[in-house]
């Protein structure tokens, strides 16, 4: 890395006592990125911009916002109601959550379809699987705010899932609600965190991004770029391409949060909190309910807690699952069918979540439980021994340049990707 | 502080003065006796931030409820709140006691004899809260459902209670909770 030659001389100045201004250049202008990406490398961004856009439409709303029992509720609506433009905070900022969750969703997907948690990223992977599972702390926290009735049995049922914990569960769920239920000094911690948890979030993005720039981007092929004629500078070529991916994802995000604000939202919520009655039918947000279904698919506490949390938790040693040498889905047959019988499996997961746990919801929820866990520890391993890739293309640019897919031109057969 | 030393030592070590090795050695065991110090220290720093997130004096205090059984004829069922939560209150009836009597222990996810769950059999007094993931179960409103034992359900994942608030059916695992509680006269209670 040659340092650039700055026009100014402020920004000269400062770059030789603080090479920050080398830094940007280097990773965000010149950053060396295959020229093969394709729209699935948008959504990294994608969660970046939300990430933004819920720190700064949070940071407004608790301008405004009280967390306490007796005034939680009627502050909000308060912002909905009297606060310039707070409908507008508030929907944003609801809104976002889910968009938050689509992007950072199709992100985790898409690297399982490319086979990005693949040597030399498996650290990238793990970091991005702890920002998932910071955010969804955060989400949880921010719906138990609003002190509606899915926040208070949201809450209540989300906390106890720790007294399935051996000997030191109940103490441990007393910790957490300061008290014997979920209360005002619940609600105050919770406000606490969340308004600390999306700073936590910034800090392991440094990281991600840190793990990412260290071998730079997977892409559509999965193998490594091989020299100057396989990549293409980061700036103007990816921020053209992700400003104009941004603007057809905040058309989505737009049109939920203005013409269907309440489209993932439950109406219970906007009943107040009353902690003597639970609502016939409590369902998380929808960003929730695969690990749900998970959770009462088993008829056993402490067991349904533990495979909730393995849900995530073999996404975290999926590298060492999945000992396939090549990354790409393309060049693998069989895994390419199992990966959409995957995401099949989620979705009915996630159907199951959302509906009452009897009769038939009960068995297909323990099939597709039991498929998941069977995708990761069974077929995986399986696959890495007896499948037979296809012959990878010998770099990035051939297929760009001879139009073909794997079956064209010259191969190399069995490449280690 | 503790690290700056442990590289001091290991710079000594490694600078090789012969014949000095027990100065090493003496030097490592400083370097691990104030790294554990200081662990232990950092750790009981961390204890009052913990400690002050469990309930405070004034929730404590906050732990008895007194409740008047007198309007409560046969058959019905009340709820009153003790430390934020909701305790069912059932006065029963002769027959209904001689059923759950003669319930077959043994077959039960929590056994527990109904006479063992109650100070007087015709009040039953219990936390209801279910002992699955905390929803409060349906059965105190004679329009609720109370599920296949007849006594009370929880709609969130289905746990069914019979009447004496034993689990029959349903991941919740224990019985519905016996909160302390005391007659304080004939027809009153104090719980906590
Ligand atoms: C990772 C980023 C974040 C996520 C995923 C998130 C998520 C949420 C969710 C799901 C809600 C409930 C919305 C509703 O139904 O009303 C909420 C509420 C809230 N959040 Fe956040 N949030 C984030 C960052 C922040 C930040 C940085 C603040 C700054 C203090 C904040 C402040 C609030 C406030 C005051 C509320 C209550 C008002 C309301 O309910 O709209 N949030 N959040
Ligand atoms: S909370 Fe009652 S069944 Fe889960």
Same mark, same amino acid.
């Not at chain 1, 005002?184 to 720039?213: C, D, E, K, Q």
């Not at chain 1, 058309?251 to 009655?277: H, S």
């Not at chain 2, 002992?131 to 105190?140: D, S």
């Not at chain 2, 016996?178 to 009153?188: K, N």
């Given at each position: ?28 202008? +010149? ?21 933004? @856009? ?99 049995? /949201? ?99 737009? /049109? ?81 069918? @199992? ?13 199951? /979540? ?64 | ?8 030592? !290991? ?5 090789? +003065? ?77 027959? +209904?006691?001689? +059923? ?28 209801? @809260?279910?002992? !699955? ?60």
């Amino acid at each position: 890395m040659s340092a650039p030659e700055f026009r100014n001389g402020l920004v000269r100045w400062i770059d030789h006592r603080m090479g920050i201004f080398s830094f940007m250049h280097h990773e965000l202008h +010149e950053y060396p990125t295959p020229k093969n990406l394709n729209y699935f490398w948008n959504f990294g961004s994608l969660a970046g911009f939300m990430l933004v @856009v819920m720190i700064v439409t949070g940071i407004f709303l608790a301008m405004n916002y009280t967390p306490h029992v007796d005034h939680a509720f009627d502050s909000v609506e308060r912002i909905m109601r009297d606060v310039n433009y707070g409908w507008m905070l508030r929907f944003l900022h609801a809104n976002g959550a889910s968009f938050f969750f689509i992007a950072v969703y199709i992100h985790l997907f898409r690297g399982l379809y490319y086979g990005s948690y693949k040597e030399p990223r498996e650290l990238l992977w793990m970091l991005g699987l702890v920002i998932l599972v910071l955010m969804m702390a955060t989400a949880f926290m921010g719906y138990v705010l609003p002190w509606g009735q899915m926040s208070f049995w /949201g809450a209540t049922v989300i906390t106890n899932l720790f007294s399935a914990i051996p000997w030191v569960g109940e103490s441990i769920v007393t910790l957490l609600w300061g008290g014997f239920s979920v209360d005002n000094p619940t609600l105050n911690r919770f406000f606490s965190l969340h308004y600390l948890l999306p700073f936590a979030i910034v800090g392991v993005v440094v990281l991600h991004l840190w793990a990412l720039h260290t071998h730079g981007s997977n892409n559509p092929v999965g193998i490594d770029t091989k020299g100057k004629q396989d990549s293409l500078p980061f700036h103007p070529y990816y921020t053209a391409k992700d400003l104009f991916g941004l603007g057809i994802f905040v058309l989505f995000y737009f /049109g939920f949060t203005f013409f269907a604000p309440d489209f993932f939202g439950e109406p219970d919520n906007y009943i107040p909190a009353n902690p003597m009655v639970t609502p016939a039918h409590i369902v998380p947000e929808w960003y929730l309910l695969p690990y749900y279904a998970i959770l009462r698919s088993v008829p056993d506490k402490l067991g349904g807690v533990l495979l909730m949390f393995g849900a995530i938790g073999v996404l975290f040693i999926l590298p060492w699952l999945d000992r396939s040498p090549v990354r790409s889905a393309r060049f693998r047959p069989i895994y390419k069918q @199992v990966y959409w019988l995957l995401v099949a499996d989620c979705l009915v997961l996630g159907w199951i /979540g959302a509906n009452p746990p009897d009769g038939m919801f009960i068995v297909i929820g323990r099939a597709a439980t039991v498929y998941y866990f069977a995708h990761f520890l069974v077929l995986l391993p399986l696959l890495s021994v007896f499948e037979r890739p296809l012959p990878l293309p010998a770099s990035i640019s051939e297929p760009v340049l001879k139009g073909g897919g794997a079956a064209g031109g010259t191969v190399k057969p069995m490449e280690k990707a | 502080m503790a690290h700056a030393g442990g590289i001091t030592a !290991h710079e000594h070590a490694g600078a090789g +003065e012969p014949g000095e090795g027990h100065d090493a050695t003496r030097r490592d065991f400083l370097y691990l006796a104030a790294t554990a110090l200081g662990a232990v220290g950092a750790a009981a720093a961390v204890w009052p931030f913990i400690h002050s997130m469990n309930p405070a004096a004034d929730v404590l205090a906050l732990s008895t409820t007194d409740v008047d059984l007198g309007p409560v004829a046969e058959g019905q069922a009340i709820t009153v709140v003790w430390r934020g939560k909701p305790i069912f209150v059932r006065h029963r009836g002769k027959q +209904e006691i001689e +059923e759950l009597a003669k319930t077959d222990i043994a077959t039960l996810p929590d056994p527990q004899a109904d006479a063992k769950r109650v100070k007087k059999p015709e009040w039953l007094i219990m936390v209801g @809260v279910c002992t !699955h993931l905390g929803c409060v179960p349906l059965g105190q409103k004679p329009t609720d459902s109370r599920g296949e034992f007849g006594g009370w359900f929880c709609p969130c994942h289905g746990s069914h209670y019979d009447g004496s608030g034993r689990i029959r059916k349903g991941p919740a695992p224990k019985n519905l909770a016996v909160p302390p509680y005391e007659f304080t006269t004939d027809s009153t209670i104090r719980i906590g």
